[in-house]
């Protein structure tokens, strides 16, 4: 940091400590603050929705490797798929390779959920940043214009209390160069105030825009991943027996189960 | 002393024989070996099976009661979190209202007025109601699925409990068998022990080698219960584990298919009525699709925001132009603390049977009789051996003893037919003729709904309740049906029937425009113009009240008729039936075929009947089939 820099910093630490404490008067913008205010909003949800939706995509995969794990332990009762003739467990190894493709759906799913989704969030988020910094820099602008104001003040007081004293020049020097140094702040506070001003407004609306389509992008590969499953598993429907479909909707497949149970219980194992 | 060593020797040799026998069948004997060997498998199986059975109980549990609904409302997090993006009052932030009030005070002073915040803020209205939309179609998905899988969790948990209960039943039977042998065992080895013996054996040795061998026998015997039991109960209970599984796994299968097809359906309708899926026949997007999509949407608001950021801070110029990509852009961190957390989460459970090729239910596994002709040219050749000889798969299968079943019922005489026609007998029986009616209400109107031409009998009894003259009158009646008024004239005396009457009720039928085609609802259809102090006029408790004010009517016309016998038993299958069992005795109070010869007279009809009972006061009265009773 260069010794301007950090001069600058020492100041700007004294005064920052004076607004809050309330001893300098703060310069308020209520049109600023309120579109700072509505950025923060959104900051604030867009980082949270980001983190959501990675979260999302944990749970899909949490939801469908489960599902997988429950084939994998149903089709193992009829033996190892690695090493037996495929064509013997017709029903249960068929069941196993849909889940995986299943588990290949998810698979699918993520580059484009990366692409459409989380990606474009983290990117919307990244911009934030630079924001930030812009914001950052307007509060710096700010500090140095209220010191320097409050200072010109107390001196114009101790002027005025004290008029006795005829100014001399040098003092009158120094008054034009802190009027001159006072108006250079200003300029600078508001040309980067009102270019935030106008400018937060325009990125807040371009939103809608860059988002909306993320949605529908989330919508479709939920809906496209749902489908798919739908479908591998429709295709193992297909090689059940035609009944068994009827049966479960009609709860016949559960009063078959039953009706196990019932024989096994006819057998009376522990009797 | 020799005498008793040599009676003791013979003893001996006895009893070498006879524990030669029973060594021979159980130790020496290769099928028993044989027998422990598959009694071991099938124990090994069974315990894997309880496991495997729990874990899928166990995920089953957690797929529906958690991961499930977790999906849901994590997505109702996301859609929530994406209105306060985009939907209505976005942005808003705590204490919006002061900055409201202070515009407001500020604008009063204004002579033009400014256009109000809240005013300017941007909101596309049709992204607003797609959010609210999907949000709705959520709930509704995850009301529907988590009933789905509260209900399909429940029934997984009651029968795989069921089922694990007596697999450990079995598994204790085995263990019992066991320790059984292990008994018999020890005793014969101490047999054995006091045989081997060379010098003779003295007294008390030999009461001890008689206690010993009466033990070996009883032990053997136990063993032999136990022995036998499983082995015909064992093949029995891995065949229904067999079916219980593969009925399971249909079960499995079917409920999540349920579920996607839920899924997907509804978000299917609802991306086709937001216009998500135009432009492509309505047919599902595939993934790249949807990425393309989405890149044309975005890029242009993408440069836009990437220049503007540029133009107020352009410390990170490389972003600009930055295609977003597919790249997975977490942390490497974050991936393997995902990566450690899914571990410790997921439970992945093998079901190890001892037989890793063919499973548990290596013998039952059978090829499409297709396939084996394809293969090996033989559609019979399409079992695997079993792997055990002693093992019977060609046992009977075990028959859950039902009720024995009933003779079969004759069939119940038809309903349909009785329509139409107990209205005439009806109103023959209870009703005075009804006086002439004005010529006002015989006109008909065509506007008359068909069913109007069509009345019940118990139609006919409420409106005589009311007032007998306004039957043809009344309004809610303005028609009467044909075969009503040909009765009607036949009956009455020609004195009340004048002429125009006919002219009238012919002249009406020519202007009929409604085809009089009955109603082919069942025959206690009530007609819906009343409205009584039932809602439903279709409910059953309104049928009965109806039906009883019918019989009521009845019974105080008719004096009892005949009795006859019920041949068999009734349950009612309408409301109205009068239920009775075989050999009630059964008064009929109204047969219509006997009262009219337009009623169907071949005995298969409708009576009235009530139960016969000593107390005139208490019996049942209600509907009965003619052909299920006898005279007596």
Partial sequence: MSWIGLKKAINRAGAQVMHKTGLLEQTHDKEYEFEEKRYRAMEAASQKLHKELRHYLETLRTLTRSQVSVADALALFYGNPDDILQRLQEMNSDNITTTHELNNGVEELEPVYNQTVLNPLARFNSYFVDVNDVIKKRGRKMLDYDALRAKKHKIDRAKSSGEQESPDEDEAASDLTREADLNALALAYHVINDQLKEDLPKLINLRTPFLDPSFEAFVKIQLRFFNDNYHHLGKLQLKLDAQTKQDYMTGELENRIDRVLAKIKALNIAG | ????????????????????????????????????????????????????????????????????????????????????????????????????????????????????????????????????????????????????????????????????????????????????????????????????????????????????????????????????????????????????????????????????????????????????????????????????????????????????????????????????????????????????????????????????????????????????????NDPQKNRSETYHPTRKVDIDDIIVSKPPASPPLPPLPPRSNTKPLPMVIASKVTTPLPPIPNSQSRVQSPSVPKYAQFHDPLDLEEEDEDDTSSIISDSSFPSVSSISSEVLIQNSTPNLVERDLTRIYNGSKNERQVAPIPDLEPKHDIHPYHSDIFDKTSSITYKLNRINNFFGRILDTTNGGKKLIAKYDFDGKEPGDLSFSKGDVIEIVCDFQNIDTLYINDDKNWLIGRTSSKNTENFRMGFVPSNYLAAT
Wanted: glycine share 2%.
């Fill in chain 2, 1 to 376: 002393m020799n005498r008793i060593s040599k009676a003791s020797s013979d003893l001996k040799d006895n009893l070498k024989i006879a524990t030669h026998n029973v060594k021979d069948k159980i130790t020496f004997n290769s099928d028993f070996n044989k027998d422990d060997e598959l009694i071991d498998h099938y124990k090994h199986d069974i315990e894997k099976c309880v496991k495997g059975l729990s874990f899928i109980k166990n995920q089953t549990k957690r797929i529906g009661l958690s991961y499930w609904p977790r999906l849901f409302k994590l997505n109702l997090k996301l859609v929530d979190l994406f209105l306060r993006l985009l939907g209505e009052s976005s942005l808003h932030f705590k204490g919006i209202e002061q900055f409201y009030e202070d515009f407001d005070k500020y604008s009063a002073e204004l002579e033009v007025p400014l256009v109000h915040p809240k005013e300017r803020e941007l909101l596309i209205s049709s992204v607003n109601e797609e959010l609210l939309n999907y949000r709705s179609t959520i709930e509704l998905l995850s009301f529907k699925v988590k009933k789905d899988w509260d209900i399909h969790v429940q029934q997984v948990k009651m029968r795989v409990d069921q089922m694990n209960s007596y697999l450990k039943d079995t598994l204790k039977l085995i263990k019992k068998r066991q320790v059984k042998q292990l008994d018999y065992n020890r005793t014969h080895h101490k047999v054995d022990k006091l045989q081997k013996k060379n010098i003779p054996l003295d007294e008390k040795e030999h009461e001890k080698l008689n206690s010993l061998d009466s033990k070996l026998k009883s032990q053997y015997d136990s063993f032999e219960i136990l022995d036998n039991k499983l082995k015909t109960i064992l093949p029995h209970v891995l065949t229904f584990l067999d079916e219980f599984i593969e009925d399971l796994t249909k079960l499995v299968i079917c409920q999540q298919l349920h579920t996607l097809e839920e899924v997907s359906k509804r978000l299917k309708h609802f991306s086709t009525y937001h216009g998500f899926l135009a432009g492509d026949n309505g047919d599902l997007q595939s993934y790249e699709a949807i990425a393309n999509k989405w890149e044309s949407a975005i890029t242009g608001t993408r440069l836009q925001i990437e220049s503007f950021i540029g133009a107020i801070n352009s410390k990170n110029p490389d972003l600009i132009n930055k295609e977003i990509d597919e790249k997975d852009k977490t942390l490497s961190a974050t991936k393997m603390w995902n990566k450690v957390s899914q571990t410790v989460t997921e439970r992945a459970h093998k079901v190890k049977p001892k037989d890793h090729t063919n499973g548990v239910f290596n013998d039952y596994l059978a090829l499409d009789p297709l396939k084996s002709f394809l293969e090996y």
